[in-house]
């Protein structure tokens, strides 16, 4: 499995910046090796609202993860908005979406984003709104 860059975000506002090797929307639970070289953390699905797969780890302040999509370009999937428990809003495509699963990927329409890709928890959306 590759080693994925990503910040986790979680219901409380921690954050945890690192890597892992095994992620999976299937599973209840993933490891990540903090950025600071501590040991591995344990990170629960019910206690996260998503995790950002992200560029780097410096982040682009200028990105907007609310942004439209431009008129050229290519979706494949459903465009849609996800309001998270706690106000922040994330606007992207989700080839899959399905409200019984864990969780679902979200790719975000603002093309300079960091995050590649974000796993949304499905527990922590207060509103999710399909976009035509």
Same mark, same amino acid.
């Given at each position: 499995? +590759? #080693?994925? +860059?990503?910040?986790? @975000?979680?219901l409380d506002g921690r954050v945890i910046k690192g890597h892992t090797l095994d992620f999976s929307s299937t599973k209840d639970s993933f490891h990540v090796v903090p950025l600071d070289g501590g040991a591995p953390v344990e990170v629960r699905l019910p206690l996260i609202?998503?995790?950002?797969?992200?560029?780097?780890?410096?982040?682009?302040? #200028?990105?907007?993860? @609310?942004?439209?999509?431009?008129?050229?370009?290519?979706?494949?999937? @459903?465009?849609?908005?996800?309001?998270?428990?706690?106000?922040?809003?994330?606007?992207?495509?989700?080839?899959?979406?399905?409200?019984? @699963? +864990?969780?679902?990927?979200?790719?975000?329409?603002?093309?300079?984003?960091?995050?590649?890709?974000?796993?949304?928890?499905?527990?922590?959306?207060? #509103?999710?709104?399909?976009?035509?």
């Amino acid at each position: 499995m +590759k #080693e994925s +860059k990503l910040v986790v @975000r979680y219901l409380d506002g921690r954050v945890i910046k690192g890597h892992t090797l095994d992620f999976s929307s299937t599973k209840d639970s993933f490891h990540v090796v903090p950025l600071d070289g501590g040991a591995p953390v344990e990170v629960r699905l019910p206690l996260i609202k998503a995790v950002f797969f992200v560029k780097d780890f410096a982040g682009h302040r #200028e990105g907007d993860e @609310r942004a439209g999509y431009d008129p050229g370009q290519k979706i494949i999937g @459903r465009k849609l908005r996800v309001t998270f428990a706690d106000g922040e809003v994330l606007a992207g495509v989700a080839e899959v979406y399905m409200p019984n @699963r +864990k969780g679902f990927i979200l790719f975000p329409s603002d093309r300079t984003s960091n995050a590649e890709r974000v796993f949304v928890v499905n527990a922590a959306v207060r #509103e999710l709104t399909f976009i035509n």
